[in-house]
């Protein structure tokens, strides 16, 4: 069997004092769901773990947001991803990423497709400079000033544009820590 690796994303944990999920506690939690070479990065929801599981990448989020559930007593909304993907995501940026520092660059990652049509009503143009692009299952994030200061940002988080989808958002700077942490673990 082949071993996978992957990036569990977690939405809204260890903010303002919600949510609290221990990163060492959330480590052993992927351990005690059969994977290995489990590692955190930073304290806000981002875990690398290996597989041989053929489970989907749903499968897995669904299986670990179970977890959590049960042994927190909260829910936690999860996406999962697998190495190859995030590469992707990162290859296929629109923006020029590597001019720009982390925090004016960010990615939306979604728990299934969509397409422009979802963002029609939003007047791209009186938000500029800050702008977005889509991807595959990502949305693109460019804010000059940092999400912090972000209207588009604020925009783009209305839960009518994203209706029946999970939404959970990366800087760059953990976006390109992820594909390093995929990647070694292969």
């Known amino acids: 069997m ?3 690796t992957y990036a569990a994303l977690l939405r809204g944990i260890n903010v303002s004092g ?3 999920v221990p990163m060492a506690e959330l480590r052993t939690l992927i351990e005690g769901l059969g994977h290995g070479a489990v ?3 930073l304290n806000s ?17 669904h299986d670990l947001q179970a977890a ?3 042994h927190f007593g909260f829910t936690v909304d999860c996406l999962v991803r ?5 590469r992707a995501v990162a290859e296929a940026c629109p923006f ?3 001019e720009l520092e982390g925090k004016q660059l960010h990615a939306n990652f979604y728990s299934g497709s969509f397409d422009e049509a979802r963002f029609a009503g939003l007047d791209r143009a009186s938000y500029l400079p800050e702008e977005f692009r889509l991807g595959d299952r990502v949305l693109y994030l460019y804010a000059p000033d940092g999400l912090g200061r972000s209207k588009l ?21 953990t976006v390109v820590k992820l594909v390093e942490l995929t990647a070694a673990t292969a």
């Open 39 to 41: 590692r955190t990065h």
């Open 96 to 98: 020029p990423a590597a």
């Open 18 to 20: 919600h949510k609290k």
């Open 82 to 86: 697998d190495g190859a993907y995030l």
């Open 153 to 173: 940002g604020e925009a783009l988080s209305r839960p009518a544009l994203n209706k029946g989808l999970t939404v959970t958002g990366r800087n760059w700077n």
């Open 68 to 70: 959590i559930s049960k």
């Open 45 to 61: 929801g981002n875990a690398v773990f290996s597989t041989e599981s053929a489970a989907s990448d749903d499968s897995l989020a």
């Open 2 to 4: 082949t071993t996978k």
